[in-house]
């Protein structure tokens, strides 16, 4: 991917839009590049952690966002056992779990976190990155990417655009792994 142009419907990824993005993450309130351990990232970490998460979804599908009340937990019946009730409960889970189902953009970022691909911090500071790609997209100072990637005329492609665009702003504008020596 170059920097210099690249579109899926709607979302224009540009020079302008990634120093945008640059711009933005000089005035956040922490520094972008040190996640919730204390401990910095590198670009090169994290842009790992993007495209695993793109690379995730490309195998097991995406869904812009999960549908609320499907109804596949059904009601208590009256009288119902804690047992009754509690299987009841993590078969639901297990369900929802299934590695094969098809996920929210905001989910495959999370479940690389639990992989050879990423932890934690890698993970908040993608999301990050994505939320200050999407601010720069948009022109709003507030925009978040998991309200942006759920919106109902979202595509996949844009999905994964907007993923393989963080790996490159992670690359371009992230820290360096020291030298070794």
Do not use: C
């Amino acid at each position: 991917m170059t920097a210099t142009a690249t579109t899926s419907s709607s979302v224009l990824i540009t020079t302008a839009v990634m120093e945008q993005a640059a711009t933005l993450a000089a005035d956040l309130y922490r520094r972008l590049w040190t996640g919730n351990s204390g401990e910095q990232s590198t670009g090169e970490t994290v842009a790992r952690h993007l495209e695993a998460a793109a690379d995730l979804l490309d195998e097991t599908g995406w869904i812009r966002t999960w549908a609320v009340g499907a109804g596949q937990l059904g009601p208590v019946e009256d009288g119902a056992s804690t047992e009754v009730m509690l299987r009841q409960l993590i078969d639901y889970i297990r369900e929802e779990d299934d590695p094969g189902k098809p996920l929210t953009a905001v989910t495959a970022v999370d479940r690389v976190a639990g992989s050879e691909y990423g932890d934690g911090d890698t993970r908040e500071i993608a999301q990050e990155v994505l939320s200050l790609l999407v601010q720069a997209v948009t022109g709003h100072p507030a925009a978040r990417f998991g309200a942006w990637a759920e919106r109902q005329h979202r595509t996949h492609a844009e999905i994964i655009l907007m993923f393989t665009a963080g790996a490159l702003f992670a690359r371009t504008y992230g820290p360096k792994p020291p030298a070794a020596g």
